[in-house]
């Protein structure tokens, strides 16, 4: 269900990581949002990272405006699984870090999940996950009445046509808190999921990095850094010319649905065996009778992507 009109009011809730960091560049340039927060939990790396990280990253984009929270660091029932081998150490390695001016709020992200929807009109709020999905998860179970608040959620993660990033079966996002997934695909509010069948079709090739630099300005480089970081390892496992950018799509399906395909599928989460666990069971085809219960994409037209990032990056002043 994609938004028109007045801005749109969004909670991002992310693991930052370079494709999350972009992500937010991306959304943060973007005036048709009224960002109301951007909560962090424990992903890619340690929540004390990845809270560190999403303040590095508005310090670079100049929105110290926007409230930056830290979440669980730790899924709802399994023990964390982090991802250094694929993002560096720091989680957005590719940049200098530094302590970042950006402060960190004092309220934990669920309760500032809570709160915020709770104050919010009916139906008003998207929420854009783009990493495990403990504290939305948990926001929903400690406080039901959130969910009539909640325009739509748009997450990154899940795959079926691409098998797993992490396993065999599983992407890393649903992987990492598979119980905390399955809980949010089943809220009842509208759900579209960004899967890795779209975002492996969104590769980051040389060109691409080419035309970010050529912007010339400290976001731009700070984007071809991690990029280029990012891509070293994905096009080494993939075998291809450059790395997905996953998260990013999820802003973009906001700012631009008409370059996605997608269609409403039942959507089921491993969550008992380990073997497949994470495991997203899309019927596709209908074939179960299962009813509906998000809108799984399955296509992205990835020059019209790469355009809108690219006009949106240049939206940054030197
Ligand atoms: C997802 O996992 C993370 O590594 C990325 O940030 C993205 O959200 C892709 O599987
Ligand atoms: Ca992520």
């Known amino acids: ?28 340039a973007s005036d048709e949002f009224d960002i109301l927060g951007v909560t962090t939990v424990a992903g890619n790396v340690p929540l004390e990272l990845t809270q560190r990280n999403a303040r590095i990253i508005s310090d670079i984009a100049g929105r110290s405006d926007v409230r930056v929270f830290a979440g669980c660091d730790q899924p709802l029932q399994r023990k964390l699984v982090t991802a250094e081998y694929v993002h560096g150490k720091t989680g957005i390695d590719g940049i200098e870090i530094f ?14 999940i809570i709160e915020t929807l709770m104050a919010s009109d009916l139906d008003s709020v998207t929420l854009v996950p783009t990493g495990p999905l403990t504290n939305i998860a948990l926001a929903m179970r400690r406080e039901p009445g959130i969910l009539p608040h909640i325009k739509q959620v748009v997450l990154m993660g899940g795959a079926v046509r691409e098998g797993g990033n992490t396993t065999s079966s599983a992407e890393f996002n649903i992987y990492v808190d598979p119980h905390a997934a399955q809980e949010v695909l089943h809220c009842g509010r509208p759900v579209t999921v960004v899967p890795l069948d779209v975002t492996h079709q969104a590769l980051v090739k ?23 970081f990012f ?44 073997l497949t666990m ?19 994409l399955y296509d992205i037209d990835k020059n019209g992507f790469f355009e809108l990032l690219i006009e949106r990056l240049s939206r940054y002043a030197s």
């Open 278 to 296: 994470g495991h997203t069971a899309v019927d596709f085809w209908q074939v179960t009778g299962r009813p509906a219960n998000a809108t799984w």
């Open 99 to 112: 302590e970042p001016e950006t402060p960190l709020q004092k309220t934990h992200a669920v309760d500032f």
């Open 206 to 228: 040389p060109g691409i990095v080419d035309r970010i630099r050529q912007l010339d300005t400290t976001v731009a480089q700070a984007t071809v850094g991690m990029l280029e």
């Open 1 to 28: 269900m994609p938004l028109t009109g007045p801005k749109i009011p969004l909670i991002i809730d992310c693991d930052p990581g370079q494709d999350d960091a972009v992500m937010l560049l991306l959304a943060f």
């Open 231 to 274: 891509n070293r390892f994905d096009s080494h496992k993939y075998g291809t010319e450059g790395a997905p950018l996953h998260d990013p799509c999820t802003i973009a399906w906001l700012l631009k649905p008409d370059l996605f395909r997608g269609k409403s599928c039942n959507v089921e989460v491993e969550t008992d065996s380990e």
